[in-house]
């Protein structure tokens, strides 16, 4: 098979990956895409760095079987830890989180004041600031980890009181402090956009790291020389490493229309 008609193969540790994978529908939607959430090990923002690089590195052995051309980490924690390790041991474009996002943020902030949310492990490895600050030293930026907010994405708790009550114990010091750009440091986060906008207000713009990196994807697709050639709609497969069920509902809810069957797959 030639290389341009490979599928792009796309991780998580569950559903967050799909707002990922919603804006790839859009960029490049002659593309196939196999997305793998590994639900069986979900969170992975409060385990080790050793662990996640562990679970990175047989994602990416997983979505090799079947023949993927590049591999998207729509995981940020993933994203911070495990990269340098993922690109060294496996011969195909890895696209990360972290840079588009700071860029794209960094576009879209006017104060130089931004604030980041996302797993305990991204904060705690600094993924952002660091990125954010080796691009505009003048940089303003205050991170928060909200580690409550996966678990109620999984379970679609979207505009549910609980996530009100959280989101504003979690973002009531950004309210204060003046910025105008949060990122959504973690790719679970974007599906409570709605509750996490109305805490912060209207005037702080939130970054939703899939934009950017959706663009991102498709620049290096064409650079490598494998960009899709073909006029048909992509083929989207959905693989778990846990009970299907729970992942196809919160999918459905999320894109608005049926994905098929969600198959359960081995992971070790
Ligand atoms: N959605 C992932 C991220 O972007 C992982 C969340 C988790 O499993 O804790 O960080």
Do not use: W
Not at 42 to 54: A, D, L, R
Not at 222 to 229: D, F, N, P, Q, T
């Amino acid at each position: 098979m030639s290389r341009d008609r490979k599928p792009i193969g796309v991780f998580d540790s569950g559903i967050g990956g799909l707002t990922v994978v919603k804006r790839l529908f859009n960029t490049l939607p002659n593309e196939d895409i196999i997305y793998f959430g590994d639900t069986a090990r979900v969170p992975y923002g409060s385990k080790s760095n050793e662990t996640v690089i562990e679970y990175a590195i047989q994602n990416t052995r997983l979505l090799l079987e079947y023949n993927v051309k590049a591999v998207v980490v729509a995981c940020n924690t993933v994203s911070a830890v495990a990269i340098p390790v993922l690109k060294e041991k496996f011969d195909i474009p890895v696209i990360d989180m972290i840079g588009p996002g700071s860029n794209y943020a960094i576009k879209e902030s006017l104060s130089n004041n931004i604030g980041v949310i996302g797993t305990r492990a991204t904060i705690n490895n600094k993924a952002y600031s660091k990125a954010l600050l080796n691009i505009n030293s003048e940089l303003k930026v205050t991170e928060r980890a909200c580690p409550l907010f996966v678990p109620l994405a999984e379970e679609g708790l979207i505009e549910h009181p609980a996530t009100y009550a959280i989101a504003e114990d979690y973002l009531r010091d950004f309210i204060s402090n003046d910025i105008d750009a949060l990122i959504l440091g973690c790719t679970h986060y974007p599906i409570l956009a709605p509750v996490i906008q109305k805490v912060v207000g209207n005037k702080v713009k939130l970054i939703d790291s899939g934009v950017a990196a959706a663009g991102e994807i498709k620049k290096i697709l064409i650079e490598a020389g494998v960009l899709s050639k073909s006029s048909s709609p992509g083929k989207h497969t959905f693989l778990v490493s846990d009970i299907p069920v729970q992942f196809k509902f919160i999918a459905e809810l999320f894109f608005g229309h049926d994905i098929g069957e969600v198959k359960k797959v081995e992971i070790n």
